[in-house]
């Protein structure tokens, strides 16, 4: 039974050309997370919701922004992609802001690729 | 800043053997969390152990321990009687005591063999 659930798997985009990515949860969790892993490097927490609280990590480029139009969905939003773009993006869930005390729960990625 | 590092890209196991997997990290604070996940191919991540600094007692789960040394900052994952279904990606992670992100270091490709 799936719990933190990102579509597509795999997602194929042009250089400049939105896309968006999609997270959904079945937890009913407050607190939803999107990272960014570039291949053989560490995942990167982008942003996050508490609630309907959005919080920006200082370094995250502006071309990425995040919607969040209810509890269980997440929407990752990159304007104009870039071949750096070109990673997997995780949706993490957890039921309480703080990282050390609350197990954060992680879907399967989706993987994006920029021509 | 904090930072995690991971120092073996690459390890590999044969079934029923223990392996370590290293992780060292930087930080001024002195309370904070850290924790040891796992990817499996083409799986989500999960988390397998979880240790809080001000605790001196390492963190057992199964199979699994870690052996923490605070002053030397190192958290050292080990895998006991190693299974197939351990072949992962490994990644150490650290948060501060009131921190809201995870700070992962690069993970370590764990690969078990029959």
């Known amino acids: 039974d799936a719990m933190v659930i990102q579509n597509p798997r795999y997602q194929v985009t042009q250089f400049g050309k939105p896309v968006t990515l999609s997270c959904s949860q079945t937890?009913?969790?407050?607190?939803m997370y999107w990272y960014q892993q570039k291949s053989s490097q560490a995942p990167k927490l982008l942003f996050h919701y508490y609630d309907k609280d959005f919080n920006n990590e200082a370094d995250t480029p502006d071309n990425f922004q995040s919607r969040r139009p209810n509890t269980s969905f997440c929407f990752l939003d990159i304007r104009s992609p870039g071949l750096g773009d070109a990673a997997m993006y995780l949706c993490a869930t957890s039921r309480a802001i703080l990282a050390g005390q609350e197990t954060q729960y992680f879907g399967p990625g989706t993987r994006l690729l920029v021509l | 800043a904090q930072t995690v590092t991971q120092s073996q890209p690459e390890m590999s196991v044969q079934e029923a053997e223990t392996v370590t997997l290293s992780c060292t990290y930087d930080t001024s604070e002195s309370n904070y969390y850290l924790f040891w996940y796992k990817q499996p191919p083409s799986r989500q991540m999960i988390l397998v152990i979880r240790q809080e600094a001000y605790k001196q007692q390492n963190a057992t789960e199964n199979r699994f321990s870690v052996n923490f040394q605070k002053a030397a900052k190192s958290f050292s994952l080990k895998i006991s009687d190693s299974q197939l279904g351990d072949t992962a990606m490994y990644f150490c992670?650290?948060?501060?005591?009131?921190?809201?992100?995870?700070?992962f270091g690069k993970g370590t490709t764990l690969s078990v063999s029959s």
């Open positions: 992670a650290y948060t501060n005591i009131a921190g809201t992100a995870l700070i």
């Open positions: 937890l009913n969790h407050n607190v």
